[in-house]
């Protein structure tokens, strides 16, 4: 089974408007870390956000925040007043702690692209 | 400045040949990684080093090769058994103390390789 789904491959938004992007995973551990990260067409990959098992509340990055519903297994980006820069890649990972917490598991990815 | 470096950006092999893509860090971060990208898709684990001289296969470690004897040093090398190398590589690496809040992965830019 697939541990980071991403069913989204490309989404359109309008700048200036909200979007979220979905992220499901699959772990039968109690302490993990969920991850995202924004790959730019040069490539490189740029840590955004970063959501612990633990964490109570939501975790925010000045425009993005993590839109974690544990119960659920869902950890959805949410980039808010989108910026053309925000053109890019996004994946969704997960590092599981009980058993190697130095594995990172990654998702497909979606291709976001902000319209003017 | 600390960061992650990979050379060559670009590189270019004959069928049948090893080739050996390079990744420093002098963030003095004890795990290594090696990923492979291919076209639209996400980041596949080839090996991965937790400390010197320890390595692990990833999930498609088949065709690749890996050392760890410096803590900066992480080459990779595609062999000939490698069936089809031509893919983007990306060498990322983070601290080892584990299950902390964050010790997300940090990237370098990547090698794209492609075998003739």
């Known amino acids: 089974a697939q541990k980071i789904t991403q069913t989204q491959p490309g989404m359109f938004v309008q700048e200036k408007e909200a979007v979220t992007l979905d992220c499901t995973y699959d772990t039968s551990d109690q302490s993990y870390g969920l991850f995202w990260y924004k790959q730019p067409s040069s490539g490189e990959m740029i840590f955004l956000i970063y959501q612990g098992s633990y964490d109570e509340q939501n975790a925010t990055e000045g425009r993005y925040s993590l839109n974690f519903q544990k119960a659920r297994k869902s950890a959805n980006l949410v980039i808010s007043a989108s910026q053309l820069g925000d053109s890019a890649m996004y994946f969704c990972?997960?590092?599981?702690?009980?058993?190697?917490?130095?594995?990172?598991?990654f998702g497909s990815g979606t291709k976001l692209n902000v319209k003017p | 400045d600390g960061g992650i470096t990979q050379s060559p950006k670009y590189l270019f092999r004959k069928e049948g040949q090893n080739v050996t893509l390079s990744c420093e860090q002098n963030?003095?971060?004890?795990?290594m990684y090696w990923y492979r990208q291919d076209p639209g898709q996400g980041l596949r684990l080839i090996y991965y080093?937790?400390?010197?001289?320890?390595?692990q296969k990833g999930d498609i470690a088949e065709g690749y090769s890996v050392s760890r004897e410096k803590k900066e040093s992480f080459p990779l090398t595609v062999t000939s058994a490698q069936k089809n190398p031509t893919a983007f590589y990306l060498c990322?690496?983070?601290?080892?103390?584990?299950?902390?809040?964050?010790?997300?992965?940090?990237f370098g830019p990547g090698t794209r390789l492609t075998v003739l």
């Open positions: 990972a997960m590092r599981e702690d009980l058993y190697n917490f130095n594995k990172f598991y």
């Open positions: 080093s937790q400390i010197v001289n320890d390595f």
């Open positions: 963030l003095n971060h004890d795990a």
């Open positions: 990322a690496s983070r601290m080892r103390t584990g299950a902390s809040r964050h010790n997300e992965q940090f």
